[in-house]
Nanobody, 124 residues
Framework: QVRLAESGGGLVQSGSSLRLYCVASGGTLSSYHSAWFRQAPGKELELIAAIRRSGPGTSTIYADSVKGRFTLSRDNAKNTLYLQMDSLKPEDTAEYLC???????????????WGQGTQVTVSS
């Protein structure tokens, strides 16, 4: 059973940066495909960035809404997934959730493990 713990969220002004962390325990994160989802009040859950498990052809994908502003990375030695968020906008306000799945492409319905979420609020 992999447990995921997010941190790094907070209240920031538009144009600021934040770095989110997702620390895995109970298993090896790089053995799974990993992703960040977000959910804003009244909106559907959105996949914003995902990375394949370690191995040939590892690739990262981004939603158009964050492409060029957010960067997903993974430190296998620290069993940690990161989301660097730059040029934040008020519309980025949401709860951000880390997820791990044995299936690719990542889909919320096929996620094996979820974190508890961390809130990001961007003021204008």
């Amino acid at each position: 059973q992999v447990r995921l713990a997010e941190s790094g969220g907070g209240l920031v002004q538009s144009g600021s940066s934040l770095r989110l962390y997702c620390v895995a325990s109970g298993g090896t994160l790089s053995s799974y495909h990993s992703a960040w989802f977000r959910q804003a009040p009244g909106k559907e859950l959105e996949l914003i960035a995902a990375i394949r498990r370690s191995g040939p052809g590892t690739s990262t994908i981004y939603a158009d809404s964050v492409k060029g502003r957010f960067t997903l990375s993974r430190d296998n030695a620290k069993n940690t997934l990161y989301l660097q968020m730059d040029s934040l906008k008020p519309e980025d306000t949401a709860e951000y959730l880390c997820a791990a799945s044995s299936r690719w492409p990542m889909r919320d319905l096929t996620v094996d493990f979820w974190g508890q979420g961390t809130q990001v609020t961007v003021s204008s």
